[in-house]
Nanobody, 127 residues
Framework: QVQLVESGGGLVQAGGSQRLSCAAS????????MGWFRQAPGKERETVAA????????YYVDSVKGRFTISRDNAKNTGYLQMNSLKPEDTAVYYC????????????????????WGQGTQVTVSS
């Protein structure tokens, strides 16, 4: 399995930007499809974005389209989530997740399609 560590969370004002990073170790990161999820208090964990191993196929939940960008640098074993125009409703714990050699051309978007998870990083957007 791959170990994942998120960083970059914190407090930001509405309308601001923040970039989350997900550092991977232990396995060949380039073989992994990566996703970002978030969980707000009292809510289910939801998919935010996902990206295939080449970075050529991405998915975004409708609520973040046009504001968030997922990317990855396989040479640095790191994935990113650039978040712009943040809203208070984006407040949540953000998790990165990964699955090795996902056997499909599509990008996985369901929690149970991912095998490895980070510990999460809190993002708080103040109004």
């Amino acid at each position: 399995q791959v170990q994942l560590v998120e960083s970059g969370g914190g407090l930001v004002q509405a309308g601001g930007s923040q970039r989350l990073s997900c550092a991977a170790s232990g396995r060949t990161f380039s073989r992994y499809t990566m996703g970002w999820f978030r969980q707000a208090p009292g809510k289910e964990r939801e998919t935010v974005a996902a990206i295939n191993w080449r970075g050529t196929n991405t998915y975004y939940v409708d609520s973040v389209k046009g504001r968030f960008t997922i990317s990855r640098d396989n040479a640095k074993n790191t994935g990113y989530l650039q978040m712009n125009s943040l809203k208070p409703e984006d407040t949540a714990v953000y998790y990165c997740a990964a699955v090795e050699n996902f056997p499909s051309l599509r990008v996985p978007t369901q929690r149970d399609e991912y095998d490895d998870w980070g510990q999460g990083t809190q993002v708080t957007v103040s109004s």
